[in-house]
């Protein structure tokens, strides 16, 4: 055959293993499927441990339990022991270490999340003791009269 | 010609072919392959529960959501957000009238106005004996047994990890925003510090230490569950099975993973 045959020919096959060279070095060896098939799982299979190397920041009540077991058998025995230490104080992270304080939240908006009264029929916040805060001590920090710690026992 | 020998060869053969159970003729499909080849009981299917009467919007759940998966804290973008629906009815207090839902900064501060703002600088103040209904709702990523996020990633970058829980890898996305698009849920948005994709994954870093995810910890009424589809055993589970359930957008046919216990018709 000529020549003007097989040029365009070498040039296909050359553009063809320069495209599969380039996908070797690209694209990572542990490309592949988990069960889900092509369809829903075709990823990089290392990625899942990237993600479950992401670093936890909220410990849970049972981290501060035991350094902090005053302030927790306190809390416990209120109706405030629903909420978890964290919602107030900040993420522990990797306290004492890092961060040696944590910076707790005493703003009034802090207590309004859920004591802003709300008349909510077919809702539970409408169940929950709440104050109209231009009306209840305007400006002045809730922690001055209550101990979030100890709601019920009257005003400090 | 038909001779004995033949006739009774054939009966024979026909008989043997109409003992065959018909799932010896049933065409399997990849998916359905893989999932009796690898049908294992220990495994794992992450399913979230929310109920809605619960719900007080407190918002602890967004603000621990953010700090816990490390989304900017004053960027308006948020894996978790927690909406208000208000159901008014009208003067003559006859039929229920008008919806207005509202999400202030995605509830990460909670609901800390009665107000609701309408946008365009309009604010509306709801008259107590005008609402007929008012609560909250938690949203968050439905991790659907059919995602439509996952079949429009043109690079293999978003994908469904064995248990359920729909990821996204950071090094592979190239921020297109086709999955942004495809989601009929708006759950995901662009990262605006790694520019790429983002939305919530069940805290995939905890729950695969055995921990609970950071909304349903930080969660304190119990409003936010999460458990394991495939133990018949677990608490979750025991509820989907038994109790009255719903699902977000069903006629979307994403087959959504998180279920509500009181949903409303009004919530979209």
Known sequence: MKSHVWRPLYLAAGLLALFLIARYIYVPKDFGTGERGYRYSFHRIGNEDEWKAFKVKYKGTEYCKDCHSDKYQQIMKSRHAIIACENCHGPAIDHPENPAKLAKETNREHCLRCHLRLPYPTSGRSAIRGIYPGEHNPGAPCSACHNPHKPQEGLR | ?268
């Open chain 2, 1 to 268: 010609m038909i001779t004995r020998r033949k006739l009774i060869a054939n009966t024979l053969k026909g008989m043997a072919a109409l003992s065959l159970p018909a799932a010896a003729f049933e065409i399997l499909t990849p998916d359905r392959l893989n999932a009796i080849i690898y049908n294992d009981p220990a495994k794992v299917r992450y399913v979230f529960l929310v109920d809605t009467n619960k719900c007080v919007g407190c918002g602890l759940c967004v603000k621990a959501c953010k700090n816990e998966n490390e989304i900017p804290y004053d960027a308006n973008v948020t894996r978790t957000w927690v909406e208000r629906y208000i159901i008014t009815r009208d003067e003559r207090h006859e039929v229920l009238e008008k919806v207005f839902a509202d999400s202030p900064k995605g509830a990460r501060d909670g609901f800390i106005t009665g107000q609701i703002d309408l946008g365009h600088g309009n604010i509306y103040m709801p008259k107590k004996e005008d609402i007929d209904k008012a609560f909250f709702v938690p949203k968050l990523c439905n991790q659907c047994d059919n995602p439509a996020c996952v079949q429009v990633c043109p690079v293999g970058a978003t994908y469904q990890a064995d248990d359920g829980v729909v990821l996204i890898d950071r090094k592979w996305c190239i921020g297109c925003g086709y999955c942004v698009m495809g989601c009929p849920y708006g759950v995901r948005f662009f990262h605006p510090v790694h520019r790429v994709a983002d939305k919530c994954n069940f805290c995939y870093h905890r729950i695969k230490k055995g921990m609970k995810t950071a909304c349903v910890d930080a969660c304190p009424f119990g409003a936010r569950l999460i458990g394991n589809y495939k133990d018949p055993d677990d608490a979750v589970t025991r509820i989907i099975n038994t109790k009255r359930v719903g699902v977000l957008k069903e006629e979307f046919g994403t087959r959504p993973q998180v279920f509500y216990l009181g949903l409303s018709m009004e919530v979209r």
